[in-house]
């Protein structure tokens, strides 16, 4: 049986050791939902899947009749900007802004922020500052990763004081986070790519952790497929910009990340396949037993569990 404990997030270093390293994702969500209007009248809604450059874009869309390709979409809130439709690529479509000097700031000021999609509401104020980590800095992300959440500067602050080391990695959470495993067999499962940035302070705390038998603790999904996706057999984590579409499945052989901080995920989502896999089917089937039985809530602006790899 596992070992498992009820805590509140404060008790987090009390789960913690000198020379232990948290790498935390340190990307932003951008504002990444808005509407548009098409010639004939019809109205788009548009969810930026990911940034290109600063002017293009992948987006899902909804629409009664979809677009045609190299039509114009006036946006509802900015009728001088243009959104010019370039292709389709699978369920996304690839998308031009003009007019608009930057995609991101453009955003900022039109759109709003992109809940999930189980939270049946419109995105308010208090969205705008909890759906995101006190240390976001890089925007870019659909989606929070809302392990993160929790964490605030005092707590980080303790950590530090208490012998913690703090990195970071960088990975543009996609909507594609959310989509179900819809095939029987999950090996013909495939991910959405991703785009991560690991930089050589990161690859070298790392190494020093390593070095000093403290472990990497990836603070969330985000993080770990991060790291797992740089590493080599030995754990060896690269630095640079790569795309990631890791599937991490029961029957995976972790090699950088030692133990796990993550929320309570979607059935049948990759994520809990991953976590399954990190933790241990067995453990994750008892320690989500025990979180329902004790009324834990569960997805982005739930409770969150510390794993070790089982």
């Given amino acids: 049986m596992p070992s498992l404990r009820d805590l509140v997030f404060s008790d987090l270093p009390s789960l ?70 370039l292709g389709r690529h699978d369920r996304f479509y690839r998308v031009r802004f003009e007019h608009v000097d930057d995609v991101v700031k453009w955003l900022e000021a039109h759109g709003q922020m992109p809940l999930p999609p189980y939270i049946k509401r419109d995105a308010d104020v208090f969205d705008e500052s909890r759906y995101q980590t006190v240390y976001a800095r890089h925007p870019g992300a659909v989606a929070a990763p809302t392990a993160g959440l929790h964490f605030d500067t005092a707590l980080m602050n303790v950590l530090q004081q208490q012998g913690v ?5 960088t990975l543009h959470v996609g909507a594609g986070t959310f989509q179900p495993v819809q095939e029987d067999d999950i090996s013909k499962h495939v991910m959405h790519a991703e785009h991560y940035t690991i930089d050589e302070t990161t690859r070298d705390k790392i190494a020093q952790t390593r070095g000093n038998h403290g472990r990497v603790i990836a603070i ?47 059935p049948c989502s990759t994520l ?39």
């Fill in 16 to 85: 913690l050791r000198p020379k232990d390293l948290l790498v935390m994702n340190d990307t932003r969500v951008i504002k990444a939902r808005f509407f548009g209007q098409k010639a004939s009248g019809g109205r788009v809604e548009f969810l930026v899947e990911r940034l290109l450059s600063s002017h293009e874009a992948l987006v899902q869309l909804r629409a009664s009749h979809p677009p045609a390709i190299e039509s114009e979409i006036i946006p509802i809130n900015d009728p001088i900007a243009r959104l010019r439709i």
């Fill in 165 to 169: 080391d703090i990195a970071y990695v």
């Fill in 220 to 266: 969330g999904t985000t993080s770990l497929r991060a790291l797992e996706s740089a590493a080599d057999q030995n754990g060896n984590v690269k630095a640079g910009d790569a795309e990631t579409r890791i599937f991490i499945h029961p029957g995976y052989t972790f090699k950088a990340v030692d133990a796990l901080l993550t929320n309570f995920h979607l």
């Fill in 272 to 310: 809990m396949m991953l976590v399954s896999a990190f933790g241990g089917y067995d453990t994750l089937r008892e320690a989500y037993r025990h979180a329902i039985d004790k009324r834990y809530r569960f997805f982005s602006y739930g409770d969150a569990m510390f794993l070790e790899r089982s």
